[in-house]
């Protein structure tokens, strides 16, 4: 549900980019640039530059705690993954609009969106996301001498 909220918000993003005319011909033409250098990183480096964003996304706290709910940590919790990505040039699936508005204004195919954009963020976000907070928690609860019914047996049983 998260993953389809994310492509449909960065294709209405793009939609209203390019058809809503937001930024003029020369910044589109700029971004059209970045998009093509984007495009030619290649399927194996975007899965990895992917991955690490998911990674550092994933293990930043990005919900406030209930005592920062009205200070202004609150903003930065939640948006500072979001600024320092494309710096690094980490990538998103949420950050592919940019290849998006180049598919809406012709410049770049549907496919290569697919081939060079959506397909390895997606494998490199879930790697990257998935991955490492799942073996962190295993490590955590993997020598815990106390089990559970879900595990097969109960405390009692031993």
């Known amino acids: 549900m998260i993953f389809g909220a994310n492509v449909l918000g960065a294709m209405l993003f793009a939609f209203t980019v390019v058809y809503g ?13 970045e998009v093509a250098g984007k495009l ?4 194996w480096n975007t899965i990895l530059k992917a991955g690490v964003g998911g990674w550092l996304v994933r293990l930043w706290p990005g919900w406030p705690s209930p005592s920062e709910i ?23 699936v949420a950050g592919s ?13 549907s496919l290569e969106y697919l081939r060079g954009s959506l397909l390895p963020a997606t494998l490199g976000n879930t790697i ?6 799942a073996v962190l928690d295993y490590g955590q609860v993997a020598g815990s001498s106390k089990k559970t ?7 009692e049983d031993e």
């Open 21 to 33: 005319e937001v930024l003029p011909p020369p910044a589109l033409q700029v971004l059209f640039g």
């Open 40 to 43: 030619d990183h290649g399927f």
């Open 70 to 92: 009205r200070s202004s940590r609150r903003l930065q919790s939640t948006c500072w993954p979001s600024l320092y990505r494309p710096a690094v040039q980490f990538y998103c």
């Open 97 to 109: 609009s940019e290849v998006l508005i180049g598919v809406f204004a012709g410049e770049v195919s």
């Open 128 to 133: 990257g996301g998935v991955f490492p907070v």
């Open 149 to 155: 019914s879900l595990a097969g047996y109960a405390e």
